[in-house]
């Protein structure tokens, strides 16, 4: 393999790491798209925040200001723990109308860089993204975007403890983000 | 007596015409009509707190630059160059000194005045006549943070359009001295007529069950207050009515809906401010609930942005009390973001519902069966503590009545000589004040 990642050059790249996570990525985007979203929220740790930013259409030169600052700002998502379980009980109650009937989704995750690995096996690492939504009889939507992700080594798999969801759109061409990226 | 151009909504019956989400030619005098005329809603004092700063909006369909020039003074401009209509303003916001066309670089003002042409000498032979040549102006006036604009000189003022509603509106808007603070806005974009959008943010008949789902998950995980219709249709509420506004508002504390002492306040020292500024049944003995302003404001607050007729963009912001402390504000706009906006659990699962009532004009049967707001018909009337037209309920069709009331108004005036106000009755106490 060829490594070229800004990772692999300082010295970050691990194979069989880079391989463990990127499978773990892909089992995570089949539970999403089979619609399995308990298994999917078990990914997360007890602490986790599932994050995602407005994007803004700013001057280049202002490109600190296109992504608000945590903390700062209207995200559209902040959620807890218990949020995301509001989120999928509600789903899951067959009145929760937004996804009734549920949308069909398929992520495409890939592009995986691992930006950093601490002593303790804490990883960083982002991916890109493309989710097609199909909703209804023929409501469609693409998003794009990226994740970063804190990891942590449980068991043997891994656990999230923070998602950054970032989307490439200004004004989200979609009715609603009632679907988990 | 002139026959009406527009008689959709029959005010004994309920029945609707739905033909008004749907045709081509409707929406097109609706942006003449309505949203070239009435004072809408375009962004707030706290999207542009310094001299330089401007932020990205719309009047209807058209884009408008809101900034704050040298002086301190709050603009709006069409954001179209006046040489050959290119925008000029491309970001959502941001600080500058002028602003200055992409295409040629015309160059304007904060307060929209063209200020320098290019090669105005060496091309033009020094004929511009820089002083007619300025961005095109709205009129504005602020309520208490919140900017408002006009393209109709022949508008009453913005005080007189909002008339009482603003004796309501300060029950959210005008507690504290230091005002409100906006976050956002989410931005999204829905299928689905501009209208809709608003008459179901004063429509509480669908809350228990549309978002029943929403509603029984944050009882059962965060212990949050149960939204059954059991629960709603107990609620000694009320809805007032003014100029084609709509408030629905609460007594304190037995139909709060959070159980906090001190209402929408988050301490006891906002609390007795708030007292001071209202007085004691506003400041502490009432609360606002749902509130749209005509024709497509929809507080919290929410702008309601026409595309065409079944396509419209929804700006979502989070208002917080700016004597908050910023956790408590970061607090309040986080669980603004989870409960509506493009992710928010309840608001999620009106766009549907939202988008069949809208297309329901296109089909033939629809349009021949109708829709129904007939609840509640009868059921108004003018009472002596409350301005404007009470309904002793908040459950009501009434505000849809009067919404497509205020809608006819519009479309078959001429001009603002054939439009009613109500007249203005509320004992404002306090320091309540068009510059709160
Ligand atoms: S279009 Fe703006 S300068 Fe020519
Ligand atoms: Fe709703």
């Known amino acids: 393999m060829t490594v070229t990642t800004k990772s692999a050059l300082s010295g970050l790249f691990d194979e069989t790491l880079w391989s463990t996570i990127n499978s773990f990525y892909i089992a995570e985007a089949w539970l999403l798209d089979d619609r399995k979203l308990r298994e999917w929220l078990d990914l997360f740790t007890e602490e986790m925040v599932y994050y995602m930013p407005r994007r803004r259409n700013v001057n280049r030169k202002e490109l600190d200001r296109e992504i608000p600052a945590r903390g700062t700002d209207l995200p559209y998502f902040e959620d807890s723990r218990k949020l995301m379980e509001v989120r999928i009980q509600r789903l899951e109650s067959g009145t929760a109308w937004a996804e009734e009937p549920p949308s069909r989704t398929r992520h ?54 923070d998602r950054t969801v970032v989307l490439d759109a200004n004004v989200i061409l979609d009715k609603n983000l009632a679907i988990f990226f | 007596m002139k026959t009406k151009k527009y008689n959709v909504i029959d005010q004994e019956t309920g029945r609707l015409d739905p033909t008004i989400y749907c045709d081509p030619d409707i929406y097109k005098e609706e942006m003449e009509k309505v949203f070239g005329r009435a004072w809408l809603l375009i962004g707030h004092d706290s999207l542009i707190p310094k001299p330089g700063d401007f ?71 020094g004929t511009i006549d820089r002083a007619q040549l300025g961005l095109k102006r709205a009129r504005v006036a602020t309520y208490a943070g919140l900017i408002f604009a006009t393209w109709d000189q022949q508008a009453p003022s913005l005080e007189e359009y909002l008339g009482d509603a603003r004796w309501y509106l300060d029950l959210e808007f005008n507690r504290s001295a230091q005002g409100t ?12 007529n501009w209208k809709t959008a608003v008459d179901n943010c004063s429509d509480w008949y669908h809350v228990p069950y549309s978002h029943a789902s929403a509603a029984n998950a944050l009882t059962r995980i965060m212990g949050a207050p149960r939204m059954t219709s059991d629960v709603l249709w107990k609620k000694k509420g009320r809805a007032a009515f003014v100029n084609g506004h709509q408030v629905a508002f609460f007594r304190l504390p037995e139909d709060s809906f959070d159980g906090n002492p001190y209402g929408v ?48 963009e929804f700006w979502h912001f989070s208002m917080t009390n700016a004597a908050d402390t910023p956790d408590k504000q970061r607090a309040v706009a ?38 129904y707001v007939n609840m509640g018909i009868g059921n108004t009337h003018t009472d ?23 809608w006819e108004e519009f479309m ?3 001009s603002w000589d054939d439009i009613p106000l109500d007249p203005m009755k509320a004992t404002f106490e306090g320091t309540a004040s068009m510059d709160g």
Not at chain 1, 116 to 130: Q, W
Request: negative net charge; proline residues 4%; hydrophobic residues 35%.
């Open chain 2, 334 to 371: 986080l669980e603004h973001a989870a409960q509506n906006g493009a992710g928010g659990h309840f608001e999620s699962d009106d766009i549907d519902n939202w988008s069949q009532v809208s297309s329901s004009g296109k089909y033939a049967g629809a349009r021949e069966i109708g829709q």
């Open chain 2, 412 to 414: 078959n005036a001429d």
């Open chain 2, 55 to 125: 932020f990205h909006t719309y009047m209807g369909e058209q884009p408008v630059i809101l900034s704050r020039d040298k002086t301190g003074q709050v603009n709006a401009m069409l954001n179209i160059c006046r040489h050959r209509g290119a925008r000029v303003v491309r970001t959502d916001d941001g600080n500058c000194k002028s602003f200055v066309c992409p295409y040629h670089a015309w160059t304007y003002g904060l307060d929209g005045k063209l200020e320098w042409v290019p090669g105005e000498e060496e091309l033009y032979d």
């Open chain 2, 384 to 406: 002596d503590v409350f301005p404007g037209q009470i309904s002793d309920r908040f459950v009501t069709e009434q505000n849809h009545r009067f919404f497509y009331n205020r």
């Open chain 1, 108 to 161: 495409l995750v890939g592009n995986l860089l691992i930006e950093s690995v601490e002593d303790d096996g804490t990883v960083r690492a982002k991916t890109a993204f493309i989710c097609h939504r199909s909703h209804g009889e023929t409501a469609t939507a693409l998003y794009s975007g990226y994740r970063q992700d804190v990891l942590h080594p449980v068991d043997g798999s891994w656990k999230i403890s």
């Open chain 2, 265 to 312: 306040d988050s301490t006891a020292e906002n609390h007795r401010e708030a007292i001071e500024r209202l007085g004691e049944l506003r400041g502490d003995g009432l609360m606002l609930g749902t509130h749209s302003l005509f024709p497509n404001t929809v507080l919290g607050f929410r702008i309601v942005i026409p595309r065409g007729p079944n396509e419209t």
């Open chain 2, 181 to 192: 603070k906006a976050f956002g806005p989410h931005k999204w974009v829905i299928p689905i």
